[in-house]
T-cell receptor, first 120, second 112 residues
Framework: AQTVTQSQPEMSVQEAETVTLSCTYD???????LFWYKQPPSRQMILVIR??????QNATENRFSVNFQKAAKSFSLKISDSQLGDAAMYFC?????????????????FGTGTRLQVTL | NAGVTQTPKFRILKIGQSMTLQCTQD?????MYWYRQDPGMGLKLIYY???????DKGEVPNGYNVSRSTTEDFPLRLELAAPSQTSVYFC???????????FGEGSWLTVV
């Protein structure tokens, strides 16, 4: 079974600075997807960035980028020029394909999250 | 831009009561999912559906039932509510098995 580990329960960063959130995962699959989701106090799950395992190039979305190390099974999120609105819980998630009698679907396995505080 | 809509947003249930969490999506997505999020944890998959009339269990299906009579709707039924079902429930959908998964805003359920 896949597992996702986020070893930093809380992180803090000053506004305009850069912060890196860590994530490691365990899998025996070769083809999979990884995600970072942001969950503000409203609890809505907002997709921040995704990475396909077969792509060697690290994904980038504006101020958000990842460092994907497939051999090490590591998937960290870097937030540059941090803003007050970045304060939230961040979840790393691994997507695997589930094949059952009902058909093929996706299953997301989440880490326990990192709470990011942004200070002035 | 409705996306995935869940109702109700908040509900308090007494032990042993039953209720249905409603979920509807207007993106014509084939795949729909129900997750629960316990305090301080990530989300766990309860049930999923790959299309109308086809559903299957996820990681934590006990105490729940689902149905999928239409592409748009995927209600989650709680029978005989228990305190262990106190959680935030998220409905989600995707167009394909590898497509981006979009989440609803969550339904906070407390069982007392």
């Amino acid at each position: 079974a896949q597992t996702v580990t986020q070893s930093q329960p809380e992180m803090s960063v000053q506004e305009a600075e850069t912060v890196t959130l860590s994530c490691t995962y365990d899998t025996s699959e070769s083809d999979y997807y990884l995600f970072w989701y942001k969950q503000p106090p409203s609890r809505q799950m907002i997709l921040v960035i995704r990475q396909e395992a077969y792509k060697q190039q690290n994904a980038t979305e504006n101020r958000f980028s990842v460092n994907f190390q497939k051999a090490a099974k590591s998937f960290s999120l870097k937030i540059s020029d941090s803003q007050l609105g970045d304060a939230a819980m961040y979840f790393c998630a691994y997507r695997s394909i589930v094949r059952k009698d009902a058909g093929t679907a996706s299953k997301l396995t989440f880490g326990t999250g990192t709470r990011l505080q942004v200070t002035l | 831009n409705a996306g995935v809509t869940q109702t109700p947003k908040f509900r308090i249930l007494k032990i042993g009561q039953s209720m249905t969490l409603q979920c509807t999506q207007d993106m014509n997505h084939n795949y729909m999912y129900w997750y629960r999020q316990d305090p301080g944890m990530g989300l766990k998959l309860i049930y999923y559906s790959v299309g109308a009339g086809i559903t299957d269990k996820g990681e934590v299906p006990n105490g729940y039932n689902v149905s999928r009579s239409t592409t748009e709707d995927f209600p989650l039924r709680l029978e005989l509510a228990a305190p262990s079902q106190t959680s935030v429930y998220f409905c989600a959908s995707s167009y394909s098995s590898t497509g981006t998964i979009y989440f609803g805003e969550g339904s906070w359920l407390t069982v007392v």
